[in-house]
Nanobody, 123 residues
Framework: QVQLVESGGGLVQAGGSLRLSCAASGRTFSSYAMGWFRQAPGKEREFAAA????????SYADSMKGRFTISRDNNKNTVYLQMNSLKPEDTAVYYCTAGSAYGRTAFDNYDYWGQGTRVTVSS
């Protein structure tokens, strides 16, 4: 089992950047593929990015390609989401998640979730 705690959210102006972090407990962090999802007010939770166990493979939702970068440090049990060129439509609660298979985009493919961190992008 793994527990996930996100941090790094906040208020930023359009065009700005934020880096989200997700700290995982337990000794098996490197055995999990990791992902980030987000949920905007009144909308369904959507896939943002995923990274394989080793960090060698990454994938992104189309709207985030070229702006967001997912990475992980298995020595620190942490996964990151660097978000650049933020837009008001990126406003959402961002969730870190862990699962057994890399690259899944459906939220029910993941086993563990953090509590979320809120990102607000002002215009």
């Amino acid at each position: 089992q793994v527990q996930l705690v996100e941090s790094g959210g906040g208020l930023v102006q359009a065009g700005g950047s934020l880096r989200l972090s997700c700290a995982a407990s337990g000794r098996t962090f490197s055995s999990y593929a990791m992902g980030w999802f987000r949920q905007a007010p009144g909308k369904e939770r959507e896939f943002a990015a995923a990274i394989s166990r080793s960090g060698g493979r990454t994938s992104y939702a189309d709207s985030m390609k070229g702006r967001f970068t997912i990475s992980r440090d298995n020595n620190k049990n942490t996964v990151y989401l660097q978000m650049n060129s933020l837009k008001p439509e990126d406003t959402a609660v961002y969730y870190c998640t862990a699962g057994s298979a890399y690259g899944r985009t459906a939220f029910d493919n993941y086993d563990y979730w953090g509590q979320g961190t809120r990102v607000t992008v002002s215009s």
